[in-house]
């Protein structure tokens, strides 16, 4: 028998913080202590990070409406100094620095936006964001001396013209700004750029900073900003070249604070430790740096699966999380600036390498705009907060009867979120790179409901409800995860090695079969199950429920397309059931050939990139490609490769032990060539 600690219910602290305003229709956003409110009502925003300055502009909106059809809602991104300020007083807001036509194709595929505004920003961008040229200035960055604020004045003032129109007040999509980022220890500097941001005009009705210190939080401007928080499954800064300890974010523990993230940058202890803690009951639990994926650094490779990030982002929501967001959602590839490359070194001072022009994280949408695992699967937690966020968002969380402690491999993990008359149940059996004892025969009692008896075996993380209302019917509990709502119909997923069962409030159950068939009228409402493999591919578009067969789908201009191109049969929900639709999509596969060469027939650019570490053997070989469709799949073992076409660097990557897909497009009639440096045993590995 599980049971639970007791459910208490926090003061609701509402109207307490210099933070909330209105668009021109009367629609208000305004922060509670436990969660947002739009409209007046709970919300939950679902933010995925998308740096649109390291993406092509082309391809922003195709972006974007992918982004939308995982269950995104808002959409956040750095706006990079050296992007915009390369050589002092040389401002460059065209292409795919153009800030404002990104923010207008968010609007235009209906995402709200936050801007991450720095001016410092990290993101393993060179300086941290910051212009080489800013550097070299003889006074103190990132605190209040008057220098300093008028560089940053001037550079706020240009965003400013950017974006001018398009905040929330406006009717535009902007409705937050980010300060600075992992600045832990000047409450005084956050407050001075939140009043230099408005007095620029930069005004919206959520002001954010990044909450997370090595000690008790980050120092902040205490009501005038929301501390938003992050965790990683792994710690790619980290400069140890071994596996590290078990990731605390596959607990139930409350943890808003990750002490790990930015450890490679931020002062272990500060001058004010143990005078200072972050008044947590003050803010709703809110995140912005969920990892998506991570980023490979030279010493730390990764192999990153769909659960490392689905369990986490779950653990999260159960214990509280009532603003989910992911860095990042979407990859990218640097820019390759005038005076320098742009992606974070040891050149540059910082403790870690990555490749020049990758950014592609291992995230759900990758650098080249395809599909990973974690995508899918995230997207089962994304439709169920858009649908069930006023009833949820008030629910707080209540803790395991029993704690479960970090080595321990045994225990069931699990915590609750209530309202003290229903709720959800949380579980997670999963942690990254370690296997957990089978737990059979749980019987779950949350004080108010007695679940029946369920297996918990494998890597399975999920939620179930009780006391839930199905449109007037009570769900007295389910040992299956809901999804989402369309009208009185109500769409729950079967979860791996546990049957399926329904029990209503009046005593009546059922347990029906999976699958597109397995409609159940239960008095008002109806239930539809569906099989694990079909909920991954379940989309809502423009209001719509499709499921593709095999293929992710997506609304573009209103046509639904599929990610991959290909045909492929779909099906949509037309409120009785699953009809049988197409989508063809014609493809050409590629035509690519491999030769050795000894040599390439130029200087190239940026060797120094394969010689990270030390001078290495290096390999080439000339790539042909003819067709423009699909990927070319590079299966190579080594260090680091790099592709040139027509002499240019076009891709890179540090070897992860998975094989390397590069879009045709980039190398389709180009003079190509792919260099590969040979690999050491000098990082860490997991392949």
Known sequence: MYRFKAFQQPTLLQNHLNLGGANPSGERIDVTSLYFTRGGKPWIGVMGEFHFSRYNRNDWYEELCKMKAGGITLVSTYVFWIYHEEIEGEFDFAGDNDLRAFILECRRAGLDVVIRIGPWAHGECRNGGYPDWLLRKPFKLRENNPEYLEKVRVYFGKIYEQVQGLFYKDGGPIIAVQLDNELTNDAEHLAALKELAISCGMVAPLYTVTGWNAVAGAQIPVDEVVPVFGGYCDAPWDE??????????????????????????????????????????????????????????????????????????????????????YYVYHGGTNQIGKLSTFQESKATGYPNDYPILSYDYQTALSEYGEVREQYRMLNLLH??????????????????????????????????????????????????????????????????????????????????????????????????????????????????GIAAEYRLADGRSFAPEAGLASLVKAEHASIVTLTWEQALYLRRLDGELYIGEGCDLYKRDGEVRAVADGDFRIRRWNGVSFEQGFIRQPYAEPVVTFEDAAEPPFAPQHIEELHIGGERKITWQKITVKGSQGFVTIDYEGDTAQIYADGLLIADSFYYGEAWRVPARLLDGKACYLAVSEMRDDFYREF
Request: aromatic share 12%.
């Open 240 to 325: 140890r070249t071994t596996q590290l300890p078990p990731s605390p974010h596959y607990f139930f523990t409350g943890m808003r604070n990750d002490t790990g993230i930015g450890a490679d940058l931020l002062p272990a202890r500060t001058e004010e430790d143990g005078e200072w803690q972050l008044p947590y009951e003050r803010y709703p639990f809110a995140t912005c740096e969920l990892g998506g994926g991570l980023q490979s650094t030279h010493h730390r490779r990764y192999i990153v699966k769909g659960i490392d990030i689905y369990s986490l982002s779950l653990v999260k929501l159960g214990d509280g999380n009532n603003l989910i967001g």
């Open 383 to 496: 439709l169920f907060v858009q649908d069930f966020q006023e009833t949820f968002a008030p629910m707080v969380r209540v803790e395991a009867e029993h704690a479960v402690k970090r080595d321990d491999t045994s225990s069931l993990r699990y915590a609750m979120r209530t309202d003290g008359k229903s709720g959800f149940v949380f579980v997670n059996h999963y942690q990254r790179l370690a296997k957990l004892d089978d737990v059979r025969d749980v019987v779950i009692d949350t004080g108010i409901v007695t679940f029946p008896p369920i297996d918990v075996c494998g890597d399975v993380s999920f939620f179930l409800p009780f006391r839930m209302d199905l449109s007037g019917t009570v769900l007295e509990y389910a040992t299956a995860q809901p999804i989402c709502r369309q009208g009185d119909t109500y769409f729950f997923v079967q979860i791996p």
